[in-house]
């Protein structure tokens, strides 16, 4: 095992694969001499050269739709959209394109894209550079979405996304490229759909997305000093979604509480939520609850931001209620 940094295990993961398959390549704003905006792929344009490592025009709309393009004529193409927030310029060509093309084909297209992007707020980047929009393309059928946090868990589920036929959506955070983690030296793969129980628990169960799982950890730690003891689940996709891991521990515990930045209304929290008060109502000791984004614009000044995303704080308090 390796010590490395979320920033450089997306980077081995794309070296890796582009050594293992020549039909790989990279497709993006900044990615190729400058190494991309937090420096995720640093290198590989030196090592790949400009026709595997594409700095492309800043359009949206063009990257995504040149790697449907590319997918559909047998490449397997990794897109990066700087920043999530403009994958509205790029939707057309992801839900509509990348998303459909096999269902209307009758299975006979393939559509083998990743559309590598970042999300989150915590760096002032204010109302257009730092929202959580995982649930727009959650919320289309055809699309996978990947929401890793940990560097083991992003290189994996990378590797996944890339070897995989369908489109998928792989939302990193920015904060955690400076994260630390231990990384196996030998090749792995994650799964998707395919939870990871960060944490165990018997009396509350939190279910946490990307940034929020180690929120949530910390959260834990602080509410197992007062003797509540807590269950932290990281669905690590929301598209598949291992509900079977959260119901078992939702069972076990009898409280739910979900977590992401991503805005509270309309949410993938809600879904969560939804399915678990469908499927398990019956072991639930109260109502689930969901301490997620406010519902008004990422704000520029850091005092309004930490206002307006889930602080720790925030889930121990609503776990000490959850207990009440």
Same mark, same amino acid.
């Given at each position: 095992?390796?010590?490395?940094?979320?920033?450089?295990?997306?980077?081995?993961?794309?070296?890796?694969?582009?050594?293992?398959?020549?039909?790989?390549?990279?497709?993006?704003?900044?990615?190729?001499?400058?190494?991309?905006t937090y420096k995720a792929t640093?290198?590989?344009?030196?090592?790949?050269?400009?026709?595997?490592?594409?700095?492309?025009?800043?359009?949206?709309?063009?990257?995504?739709?040149?790697?449907?393009?590319?997918?559909?004529?047998?490449?397997?193409?990794?897109?990066?959209?700087?920043?999530?927030?403009?994958?509205?310029?790029?939707?057309?060509?992801?839900?509509?394109?990348?998303?459909?093309?096999?269902?209307?084909?009758?299975?006979?297209?393939?559509?083998?894209?990743?559309?590598?992007?970042?999300?989150?707020?915590?760096?002032?980047?204010?109302?257009?550079?730092?929202?959580?929009?995982?649930?727009?393309?959650?919320?289309?059928?055809?699309?996978?979405?990947?929401?890793?946090?940990?560097?083991?868990?992003?290189?994996?589920?990378?590797?996944?996304?890339?070897?995989?036929?369908?489109?998928?959506?792989?939302?990193?955070?920015?904060?955690?490229?400076?994260?630390?983690?231990?990384?196996?030296?030998?090749?792995?793969?994650?799964?998707?759909?395919?939870?990871?129980?960060?944490?165990?628990?018997?009396?509350? @169960? =939190?279910? !946490?997305?990307? #940034?929020?799982?180690?929120?949530? &950890?910390?959260?834990? +730690?602080?509410?197992?000093?007062? $003797?509540?003891?807590?269950?932290v689940i990281d669905p690590r996709?929301?598209?598949?979604?291992?509900?079977? @891991? =959260?119901? !078992?521990?939702? #069972?076990?515990?009898?409280?739910? &509480?979900?977590?992401? +930045?991503?805005?509270?209304?309309? $949410?993938?929290?809600?879904?969560?939520?939804?399915?678990?008060?469908?499927?398990?109502?019956?072991?639930?000791?109260?109502?689930?609850?969901?301490?997620?984004?406010?519902?008004?614009?990422?704000?520029?000044?850091?005092?309004?931001?930490?206002?307006?995303?889930?602080?720790?704080?925030?889930?121990?308090?609503?776990?000490?209620?959850?207990?009440?």
């Amino acid at each position: 095992m390796s010590q490395i940094f979320y920033r450089q295990a997306v980077r081995d993961a794309l070296r890796e694969e582009m050594r293992r398959d020549e039909r790989v390549f990279l497709l993006g704003l900044d990615i190729g001499r400058f190494g991309g905006t937090y420096k995720a792929t640093q290198g590989l344009w030196e090592e790949f050269g400009d026709e595997r490592v594409r700095d492309t025009p800043l359009s949206e709309a063009a990257i995504a739709g040149a790697a449907v393009g590319a997918a559909l004529t047998g490449m397997r193409p990794v897109a990066e959209i700087m920043y999530m927030d403009f994958i509205t310029i790029a939707l057309d060509q992801i839900a509509n394109q990348a998303a459909k093309l096999r269902y209307m084909s009758g299975g006979q297209a393939r559509i083998p894209v990743v559309f590598r992007t970042q999300e989150g707020a915590g760096r002032s980047s204010a109302a257009q550079h730092a929202q959580s929009l995982e649930a727009w393309v959650a919320h289309i059928p055809g699309l996978k979405v990947a929401l890793p946090a940990t560097p083991y868990d992003v290189k994996g589920l990378l590797k996944t996304a890339i070897r995989d036929d369908a489109p998928v959506v792989f939302i990193e955070h920015k904060l955690l490229y400076g994260v630390k983690g231990e990384v196996p030296d030998e090749e792995y793969l994650i799964p998707f759909g395919h939870a990871r129980v960060c944490r165990q628990g018997t009396d509350l @169960t =939190i279910v !946490a997305l990307s #940034r929020m799982v180690w929120k949530a &950890l910390e959260a834990a +730690e602080v509410l197992a000093a007062e $003797g509540i003891q807590v269950e932290v689940i990281d669905p690590r996709t929301v598209v598949p979604l291992d509900l079977a @891991t =959260i119901l !078992a521990s939702v #069972r076990k515990t009898g409280r739910l &509480l979900i977590t992401h +930045e991503a805005y509270t209304g309309f $949410g993938v929290g809600a879904e969560i939520a939804s399915q678990v008060v469908e499927q398990a109502w019956q072991t639930l000791r109260k109502p689930p609850r969901r301490v997620c984004g406010r519902n008004v614009p990422i704000p520029f000044a850091p005092v309004m931001e930490n206002y307006v995303i889930p602080q720790v704080s925030d889930l121990v308090e609503a776990a000490k209620e959850l207990m009440r």
